[in-house]
């Protein structure tokens, strides 16, 4: 999983570069507010999962970062936190 496809690809499901937890990036992930985000996502890794396997983001299906790179929500759950974007 190539950083730089990895970001490519991120930015272009997420609409931005990282990840950060605020009230944008709750409603885009999990079409809610931050704290039903932090409560459903305990640390880090859980958060990284949330963002590899999410296939709803913003109202309209798309393909996980994992489909999208043939491995595991938890692989790229991994690539994700090594390349900082979580």
């Given at each position: 999983?190539?950083?730089?496809?990895v970001?490519?690809?991120?930015?272009?499901?997420?609409?931005?570069?990282?990840?950060?937890?605020?009230?944008?990036?709750?409603?885009?992930?999990?079409?809610?507010?931050?704290?039903?985000?932090?409560?459903?996502?305990?640390?880090?890794?859980?958060?990284?999962?949330?963002?590899?396997?999410?296939?709803?983001?913003?109202?309209?299906?798309?393909?996980?970062?994992?489909?999208?790179?043939?491995?595991?929500?938890?692989?790229?759950?991994?690539?994700?936190?090594?390349?900082?974007?979580?």
């Amino acid at each position: 999983m190539p950083e730089k496809q990895v970001r490519k690809k991120f930015l272009a499901i997420f609409g931005m570069e990282i990840f950060e937890i605020n009230q944008k990036s709750a409603e885009t992930l999990l079409h809610n507010n931050v704290d039903t985000l932090l409560f459903q996502v305990k640390n880090r890794r859980g958060l990284a999962r949330a963002i590899a396997s999410a296939t709803q983001v913003r109202n309209r299906h798309v393909y996980s970062l994992a489909e999208l790179f043939g491995v595991s929500n938890e692989a790229m759950a991994i690539r994700l936190e090594e390349i900082g974007i979580v």
